[in-house]
């Protein structure tokens, strides 16, 4: 139990993130997920590093609002995928939230940290009681960019797809 | 982007809180919550300022329990709102929790603090299963009393009104 | 309101954590739920003290997957529930995941801490919406063994249970 195991194995041994980072990151998320609520995606776009890419695990063949696909490479892809889904909940006067809970921060040698987390989607329309859209886990690469924190690969993985795990 | 933009943009650039400040209002909200949870009222309602404002952005002409409101102003009003909901639940044999999440943190000049966060109400009837009640954004103002944290000023935008935003 | 109160009230002028503290009981629960998300049982039964007491608070007389009865004792029977819960769960493929929130962290004279905090249970079927399965209370008696975190004591009280409280 005290040997120091590979952090992609993220169980048990590795040691928490020391409370400055741990609490540094859970602010990036808070304010990553409100630059969504407030649907700036230009802001919410340089969240990601240039060549960020952004995997949905899902059912396989799904496609997303305005067709845009499950993998997403470069900031420009994901900023596209984000507008479209922004159009189509606009049209549908329905608001998105993101909640994500149970953080855990793995900061790795090179400076960038791994994280690993629970995203639940709940969705209200105008007048209407709130539904939980969607629940999934997600898996950050975050990279230090000048001073600010950017997600450098996603991966979000649907609790529903056909294939579950973790 | 290094460049300070005013709190209130609250996108960006402003640093986030140090990691003593976003614990300590963690546990501010955790605490807050929890009072609400028993159904201490008396002591709930000291976490808010002597003439601290509460507002409900909600659909325009809609009261709460027992006639309340959807702007409470002073200590007093947001009491008796709060223990108006408190007895309807009674009534109902229903139990209401409040999940706060997505905190953000943003310190100001004067010591006081800006907070934005998702706030999610679950309920549960005896014998039932949950229901999400409602979604909503919370945007605080928080002052330092003696020792203790206490709203200064709460605007709670429900994600199912009519002018949707943020 | 400047007296100290004895822990187990815990409202109003317990101090809370120090940052240290409270951002390592969240990774813990973190780390913790997400052990229980791989089922990864043998891991997570770990997260536990040999002689730990785990107990639902729940209807009189509900038994729990595989015939678990509602309070266990020690760390093979709170294994035991937790590997019946996990294979009820594959047999029906539904993913369950584990919110928790609005925690609470007070430490104890003698280096343990206790908790309290709001854990919310969101299942998914194959190809299903999710659903909000439970909602809870949960107060943790946590105790440093080594260089973790156990779970000595832990009350998990369901919000639908027929004597509401807190």
């Given at each position: 139990m005290t040997s120091r195991t590979t952090?992609?194995?993220?169980?048990?041994?590795v040691p928490p993130a020391d409370p400055g980072l741990y609490a540094e990151i859970q602010q990036f998320y808070a304010r990553q997920v409100q630059l969504l609520g407030t649907e700036d995606i230009d802001s919410w776009s340089?969240?990601?590093?240039?060549?960020a890419v952004f995997e949905q695990e899902t059912e396989p063949g799904r496609t997303f609002a305005?067709?845009?696909?499950?993998h997403r490479r470069g900031r420009a892809a994901i900023a596209a995928a984000a507008r479209g889904a922004v159009q189509q909940r606009r049209e549908q006067k329905t608001v998105r939230r993101y909640l994500i809970g149970m953080l855990d921060v793995a900061p790795q040698d090179d400076g960038s940290v791994r994280t690993e987390y629970c995203a639940v989607l709940i969705q209200t329309g105008r007048g209407e009681p709130p539904v939980v859209h969607l629940s999934t886990t997600g898996r950050d690469l975050l990279v230090r960019e000048r001073d600010a924190w950017q997600v450098r690969h996603r991966i979000n993985s649907h609790d529903n797809k056909e294939t579950q795990r973790g």
């Open positions: 952090v992609s194995e993220h169980t048990g041994p340089r969240t990601f590093a240039e060549d305005r067709g845009a696909p499950s």
